[in-house]
């Protein structure tokens, strides 16, 4: 976590006001950072700012950085977060906890209580959660400002990020996982900036997943052909020829795309489909 945490920190600590706007869906004139040490037992917070909104109202905006595993449960360790900051800062608080790595914070509802013997509610709290794993970076770059970057910077950060997706992309690629290389390969190929050559890397990287994702595809909608399942297999073999049309819309021309093409064309020969073109 700690390889991620940090990053991220900075990312929001140089740009607290906009993200402050996102997170508290209002807008802000000022943020600044406050002591993350609270009192009592020694307990620090990732990252806790004063803003201030637009009609002046201020708050304590609170962020938590969590990966995949915590040493307690989440809703307990931000019982005690956000009791200590509401009793140091005596202010409306918002506290949100931004959940990194899949699958990080998919049980978390953000929404807790604690019952009295007669089932009447006796603590409540609730915090925002957010979870980056299920968002695009492009998502979260969308929340600063253009005029925020200069352009040397977007560019960076759009080389870094197609980097990103193109290195998970082309790991998948090499160890066979066709379907699950394709997605993260597509969107490295959306950031033009890059340049041709990696343009056409990873253009070549793409026709790789997809022949590689009609063939293993093919092999499994002969199965159910074979094992009686003619409509099933139908299905399928209409959806595996419209993911490779698809990837004309994205400027692929008939040539890149031939071998995926004429495998799809000899499986719906076999089964007898008619050809849509």
Known sequence: MADTDSPLKQLFSAFITDFAAWLLQADVRDAHPLNIELPAEMLAADQVF?????????????????????????EWRMLEYMTRLAYTHRLNLRSV??????????????RYQVNGPDGTPTLTWQ??????????????????????????RREEVDQRLWWGYAELGSRRLEAGDYEEALDPLIHALRFESIGPERQAETRAAVVRALEGVAAVRALSIRRLSDA?????????????????????????????????????????????????A
């Open 228 to 276: 009686g399942l003619r409509d099933e297999a139908a299905q399928s073999a209409e959806k595996l020829r419209t993911l490779v049309n698809g990837c004309r819309d994205l400027g692929f021309t008939e040539n890149e795309l031939l071998a995926a093409f004429a495998r799809v064309r000899r499986l719906c020969e076999e089964l007898g489909m008619e050809d849509p």
């Open 50 to 74: 004063h803003v201030t909104l637009a009609d002046e109202r201020t708050l304590v905006l609170h962020i938590e950085f969590q990966g995949r595993t915590s040493h307690q449960p989440m």
């Open 127 to 152: 915090y925002d959660v957010i979870r980056l794993w299920q968002m695009r970076a492009e998502e979260l770059l969308a929340t600063i400002p253009a005029e925020a970057l200069p352009s040397s």
């Open 97 to 110: 906890v931004i959940y990194v790595g899949r699958g990080a914070g998919a049980g978390d509802t953000g």
